[in-house]
């Protein structure tokens, strides 16, 4: 059984990427389907205000610590995770295992360049063997049941959704049981990642917990008040967090 801490309200696992493939691995294999999503500071700090976000991350079945600022708040509230476990990074290494396990997925998300380049630049390192299918991810509230209907028709094991929060979580839980997946999984912008349109902020800036200030150089004017006000807010929920457990 794996553990769960609570940090803002919100559960978190304490897996490493390593525990975290192995349970996806025999969620796939046992055709046991669980939805997974990832939480980082801005996204606890909107969970605290929208309600169909919050009930949407809550109900998945696997949730991992994104951003190293959520790692350290969980040191910082007593109770400390493994490590960071990124979503692009898990995407990344989940294609690797469904090469090894011929697993298939479905990529849906993104504008169509990218989404299309993403599937480009997997089939010519891994194969089309991997590819169930994809879509990019601009539609109309009208068209979400004829798209779960495609990805449910493509026999995909693996979904990946990129696509901007709350949107993407809140799609994933609507119709999770029409998908017909055994694994389900928001990669919020990683598309742009792997099809060269982003820049990753170098390791080191990564491990210190900078990637968003990487993020906001290369575009300042239109990340820098999203930065401003949700990192504010994240610090201070975790210290008013911290402060309730002093006294409790």
């Not at 939805?35 to 605290?48: D, G, R, S, T, Y």
């Amino acid at each position: 059984m794996k553990k769960r801490i609570t940090i803002m309200n919100s559960p978190v696992d304490v897996l490493t990427m390593k525990e975290t493939l192995h349970l996806i691995d025999d969620s796939i294999r046992d055709k046991k389907p669980i939805q997974h999503i990832v939480v980082n500071a801005a996204k606890l700090v909107h969970m605290q205000t929208d309600t169909e976000l919050y009930k949407s991350v809550v109900a998945s079945d696997i949730i991992n610590a994104d951003g190293m600022a959520v790692v350290w708040a969980a040191g910082l509230l007593g109770e400390p995770l493994p490590e960071r476990v990124s979503g692009v990074d898990l995407m990344q290494e989940l294609v690797i295992l469904a090469a090894k396990k011929k697993y298939r997925i479905f990529f849906f998300g993104g504008k169509e360049e990218v989404v299309s380049e993403v599937v480009r630049k997997y089939t010519s390192v891994f194969g089309e063997e991997i590819i169930a299918g994809f879509r990019n991810g601009y539609f109309n509230k009208d068209q979400e049941a004829d798209i779960a209907a495609q990805i449910a028709a493509s026999n995909a094991d693996i979904l990946f959704v990129a696509i901007s929060s709350p949107t993407k979580e809140i799609f994933l839980n609507t119709y999770k049981d029409q998908l017909k997946v055994s694994f389900i999984m928001g990669v919020g912008g990683s598309f742009d990642v792997v099809a060269g349109k982003v820049k990753r902020a170098p390791l080191w800036m990564q491990n210190s917990g900078l990637e968003w200030f990487y993020r906001f150089l290369q575009e300042p004017r239109r990340m820098w008040k999203r930065y401003l006000t949700t990192n504010s807010l994240f610090l201070y929920y975790i210290f008013k967090e911290r402060i309730q457990k002093f006294f409790r």
